[in-house]
């Protein structure tokens, strides 16, 4: 297996000892990212009500919808305390050293297609100007790190939301390799809670398994030479953070610190490392969402007011959610033939078009403008997946109440974002979505991180 090791780690990867439980339910083991549901507290309490009184990942992590509450810091220390009594319980089989394969029908979407690894954070930074071998595709806000650094601080156990992308664009290695995985039993096949749809993995063993290991360093290899080349001073571009951009970051910032404290040290420690799942940009079950912004404190005329300042605005009123969706749908950017980029504003019962001839994603030239609204508050600006939850918060009647207002972009589309990030650099934050919130994630792998 080193020779597979020293191999995979020249590409940034590190093979797991990974943790699974021995015998609890999945349905109710596994749940959903963190950063999901971030106004919705009846989802995380119909969570808590279907996981009460059995072993969840539920009581492992920190949903973000709770981040500003005033017991924070309880919580963490609960979230560190179950995880030790997970560990000394007998809640985990014994660690499995490989990686896993795994398949995740939503929904939407059938058999998308994972791998489940380590990476190097060694070879990972979000600082703007960097060009490691693993990028962040979006802008790292600095200020959201500290409360997530809080709870990996010190934790026995990390859970992985992190979804890492790579630009195999004839989608050559991960159905290869499910189809050397499944020679063997699976470890795990179950539906998941909140028809969310259905997950099944498999382990990759190193000994008895070594053709799925050559296969994935030989494709990794090539995708890492035809980077190499891609790009201006051969700076190869292998892995892209497509979701839980601000995890690993906090990651990243903790591995820094044990490094700080710990000079001189072999830096070999678990906190080098970062559990994740690879999936493949080019993989047809892989769909791009927009993310929503949700807007305090300004009504619907307010709003209109600071997007004007946008180049050639224009907006035209529409009927219905319906209509204003529909056209936001057909926006495909801004060309020499006229086109604008459009995205929807909606406040209670009032809906509009907004067209521009601003270039780019929407969240280039929008972003900017929100954060010149929110100032030094940034709750006032929430970013909120799936369009008909941005409906439900922006056009109820408590959108009155505290003057809520909606804004609706438009479909991002995958193809060319690892030339852009490349070349360019991470988009602004919070650009895109691999698909709707149910789509997302579910924690069910962990792995130590203790010596």
């Known amino acids: 297996m080193n020779s597979y090791r020293q191999k995979l780690n020249l590409l940034g990867l590190?093979?797991?000892s990974i943790l699974l439980p021995e015998k609890a339910d999945v349905q109710k083991w596994a749940v959903i990212a963190c950063d999901q549901f971030t106004q919705d507290r009846d989802y995380w309490e119909k969570v808590k009500s279907i996981v009460s009184g059995s072993p969840s990942t539920l009581n492992l992590v920190f949903p973000e919808v709770f981040l500003a509450d005033k017991d924070a810091q309880e919580r963490i220390k609960n979230i560190h305390s179950s995880m030790k009594s997970y560990l000394n319980e007998g809640v985990f089989k014994n660690p499995l050293e490989g990686f896993i394969y795994i398949e995740r029908d939503t929904p939407y979407?059938?058999?998308?297609?994972?791998l489940i690894a380590a990476i190097?954070?060694?070879?990972?930074?979000?600082?703007?100007?960097?060009?490691?071998?693993?990028?962040?595709?979006?802008?790292?806000?600095a200020e959201r790190l500290p409360a997530r650094m809080d709870i990996r601080r010190g934790a026995p156990l990390e859970l992985p939301h992190v979804l890492l992308l790579i630009d195999d664009d004839k989608d050559s290695l991960l159905p290869a390799v499910g189809e050397l995985a499944k020679k063997e039993a699976s470890l795990y096949s179950a539906p998941l809670m909140m028809d969310s749809g259905f997950i099944s993995g498999w382990f990759l063993d190193p000994q008895s398994n070594s053709s799925a290991y050559e296969l994935i360093t030989e494709k990794l290899d090539e995708l890492f030479r035809r980077s190499a080349a891609r790009y201006e001073g051969g700076k190869p571009f292998l892995f892209a953070a497509g979701d839980g951009n601000h995890s690993l970051a906090a990651a990243k910032g903790i591995w820094e610190e044990w490094k700080a404290a710990n000079r001189g040290k072999e830096l070999s420690h678990p906190c080098r490392y970062a559990l994740v799942e690879i999936e493949n940009i080019y993989d047809p079950a892989v769909q791009f969402e927009p993310i929503h912004r949700l807007v305090f404190g300004a009504?619907?005329?307010?709003?209109?007011?600071?997007?004007?300042?946008?180049?050639?605005?224009?907006?035209?009123?529409t009927g219905s959610f319906e209509e204003l969706s529909a056209l936001c749908k057909k926006s495909c950017g801004a060309s020499d033939s006229g086109v604008k980029n459009c995205f929807g504003v909606i406040s209670q019962d009032s809906y509009a078009l907004i067209e521009t001839s601003e270039e780019g994603i929407a969240t280039a030239y929008l972003q900017p403008l929100l954060d010149m609204y929110a100032k030094d508050n940034p709750q006032?600006?929430?970013?909120?997946?799936?369009?008909?939850?941005?409906?439900r918060l922006a056009a109820s009647a408590a959108a009155f109440v505290d003057r809520r207002t909606g804004i609706l972009l438009p479909p991002v589309q995958k193809s060319g974002l690892f030339e852009t990030v490349g070349r360019l650099g991470p988009l602004p934050r919070k650009s895109f979505s691999m698909g709707y919130s149910c789509e997302k994630r579910f924690?069910?792998?962990?792995?130590?991180?203790?010596?």
């Open 14 to 16: 590190e093979i797991p």
């Open 109 to 114: 979407n059938k058999k998308r297609r994972g």
């Open 120 to 141: 190097d954070l060694e070879q990972y930074d979000w600082k703007p100007g960097s060009c490691p071998l693993i990028r962040c595709t979006e802008g790292t806000v």
């Open 299 to 317: 009504g619907f005329d307010e709003t209109i007011g600071f997007l004007s300042q946008l180049k050639d605005f224009s907006y035209r009123r």
């Open 380 to 391: 006032l600006i929430d970013y909120i997946h799936d369009e008909d939850e941005l409906f």
């Open 443 to 451: 924690y069910l792998e962990s792995r130590s991180l203790f010596l």
